[in-house]
């Protein structure tokens, strides 16, 4: 596909599971941006990819919280011991080199915990 | 640390109207700005890139301004559309390459 895919586009889960989310950015793209939108917070900045490298991984809320990626491409982002106030939108952004540029965004995962 | 805020967070206006959507930031050590459109249950969509050297920047029907000294950027939207029903938000790029948010602009065209 031209755009970036996300998936599942829906988890619901029990308090205390692990979740992992995968995101497919544009082909070509270097750099890649996890963030998450909460009813009420607004959207949040998770962590930044560079290749496979993530020189900002300071908007992570929690040790909980993880991401990787791999082959400069498939990004995964985890979150064990789900909490009830991780439920929200995670969104998935891609662009060609760099922050500097237009970001592509995914349709985004939407995350309950029960 | 930056703040941004969006106002008005809501706007009704008939079909064919121009209108102005505001967003100021605090602090203006910034790269870029974004604006970004959100339609309900979809994810964003860029809409115009103003980088810190720039003025402004146009697409269309769109033209958006920023004055980085300010703390200022401003969304133009001329003849508005029902399609352009939509939430519009504003987006500086900081000093550490985060995109910091506002709560964004709920817009609403009326055929």
């Known amino acids: 596909g031209a755009g970036v895919s996300q998936s599942p586009s829906n988890k619901v889960t029990e308090k205390g599971k692990d979740v992992e989310l995968r995101c497919d950015p544009i082909s070509g793209h270097t750099a890649l941006y996890w963030y998450r939108q909460s009813l009420g917070q607004g959207l949040e900045f998770l962590i930044y990819f560079q290749g496979n490298s993530a020189p900002d991984k300071s908007g992570l809320p929690s040790d909980r919280f993880s991401a990787e990626r791999t082959g400069g491409s498939v990004s995964t982002l985890t979150i064990q011991r789900t909490q009830q106030e991780d439920s929200a939108v995670y969104l998935c952004a891609s662009s060609f080199q760099g922050p500097g540029e237009t970001q592509y965004f995914g349709p985004g995962t939407r995350l309950l915990v029960l | 640390k930056q703040e941004v805020t969006q106002i008005p967070a809501a706007l009704s206006v008939p079909e064919g109207e121009n209108l102005v959507l505001n967003c100021s930031f605090t602090?203006?050590?910034?790269?870029?700005l974004q604006w970004f459109r959100q339609d309900p249950g979809k994810g964003l969509t860029s809409l115009l890139l103003i980088q810190s050297s720039q003025r402004e920047q146009t697409s269309g029907r769109l033209n958006a301004s920023l004055d980085k000294s300010s703390g200022r950027s401003t969304l133009y939207i001329a003849a508005s559309q029902p399609g352009d029903s939509a939430t519009y938000l504003c987006a500086p790029l900081n000093s550490n390459y985060q995109l910091i948010w506002g709560a964004g602009t709920k817009l609403i065209i009326k055929p």
């Open positions: 602090d203006s050590a910034i790269y870029n």
